[in-house]
Structures are given as structure tokens and as C-alpha cells.
């Protein structure tokens, strides 16, 4: 059973910052792609950022230069470092996990098989 706990969520002021991170327990994160999304109230799951099996990353355009993912095998983590933060990133974001025979990530929601539980973001002055 593949379980993630995502952390890191809260209430920042436009302009702020926060560090999600998406650990798991029962696998090894190396051997996934990882993908993170997030969820606006009334719209659909959309992919942020995602870092392959390589390690090469991929960001949505409304968040390059402001997001940055990464992983850390030794604490079987996956972070995502958010700068910049403004009122249109409030969301529950999510962290998930591609089958493993996928070398890359992929920013669509289809196309991951395991799913966090979400932490909640909240840019707001």
C-alpha cells in the first residue's frame, strides 16, 4: 500500500512562501515520478509541478520561476518550494504518484495512480 503525507500547507500573505512536502511511507519515492497538483474550491484538480524518475522537473507556466520541486531519496521526500506566493495559488494541493514503469512525470491528473490526502494553501493579506 503506497501512503503519502503531505505537510507544509497554511496562510501566507501575497508575495510569501511556503515548502510542501510529500513524504512516504511502505515505498521508495526514487523509484516514482512525482507529480503535484492542486485543487481551487469549484475547479478542477490541475497539475503545478512534477519531477521524473531522471529528476528533470516540469512547471505549469503560471508558476515557472516562482515554484521548484526536488526530492530528497534519503528522507524519501519530495519537496515543492513555492516563492511569490498570490491569491490565485489558494488550493488544496496534492502530491501523487505515477506508475513506476514511467520514466518521466506528466502534469495530467490521469495519469497518476496514487494520491495524498492534500494540504491546504491560503495566500490572503
Known amino acids: 500500500q503506497l501512503e503519502f503525507v503531505e505537510s507544509g500547507g497554511g496562510l501566507v500573505q501575497p508575495g510569501g512562501s511556503l515548502r510542501l512536502a510529500c513524504t512516504a511511507s511502505?515505498?521508495?519515492?526514487?523509484?516514482?515520478?512525482i507529480g503535484w497538483f492542486r485543487q481551487a474550491p469549484g475547479k478542477e484538480r490541475e497539475g503545478v509541478s512534477c519531477?521524473?524518475?531522471?529528476?528533470?522537473?516540469y512547471y505549469v507556466d503560471s508558476v515557472k520561476g516562482r515554484f521548484t520541486v526536488s526530492r530528497d531519496d534519503a528522507k524519501n521526500t519530495v519537496y515543492l518550494q513555492m516563492n511569490s506566493l498570490q491569491p490565485e495559488d489558494t488550493a488544496t494541493y496534492y502530491c501523487?504518484?505515477?506508475?513506476?514503469?514511467?520514466?518521466?512525470?506528466?502534469?495530467?491528473?490521469?495519469?497518476?495512480?496514487?494520491w495524498g490526502q492534500g494540504t491546504q494553501v491560503d495566500v490572503s493579506s
Open positions: 519531477i521524473s524518475k531522471d529528476d528533470s522537473p
Open positions: 501523487a504518484a505515477r506508475d513506476p514503469r514511467y520514466i518521466y512525470c506528466s502534469p495530467h491528473v490521469r495519469d497518476y495512480n496514487y
Open positions: 511502505g515505498f521508495a519515492l526514487e523509484y516514482y515520478s
